[in-house]
């Protein structure tokens, strides 16, 4: 069987259902600036996968989002209280996405 390498931040259960399909695997583990790191390269590769989803995977990869901003927001110490009042001050300086607006041009 050929090795394929990752060295990327993978799921927990990850290395043991590697294992449960018959396959093998080596782990290792970050520090706490890796980690972070690591954790902001995975929410861009989840947000990427929710981009491209069918209507039909859209869910799953957004729980993949939630999953990663939980463990981003516990890397860095902070709650999902912090994140609704950003998001809510943000809202009221520079609106939401209600109205769907197209911005087409500026001069």
Not at 43 to 67: K, P
Not at 73 to 88: K, S
Request: aromatic share 4%; net charge negative; hydrophobic share 40%.
């Amino acid at each position: 069987m050929t090795r394929k390498v990752y060295d990327k931040l993978v799921r927990d259960r990850i290395p043991e259902i590697i294992r449960e399909s018959g396959s093998t695997c080596a782990t290792g583990s970050f520090g706490p600036d890796e980690f972070r790191r690591a954790l902001r390269e995975k929410l861009v590769q989840e947000a990427r996968e929710a981009a491209d989803a069918a209507d039909g995977d859209l869910l799953t990869e957004l729980a993949d989002i939630a999953e990663v901003l939980d463990a981003l927001l516990a890397a860095h110490g902070l709650t999902h209280e912090d994140v609704r009042t950003m998001q809510n001050r943000r809202r009221a300086e520079r609106g939401g996405f209600t109205q769907r607006v197209r911005l087409l041009w500026t001069e």
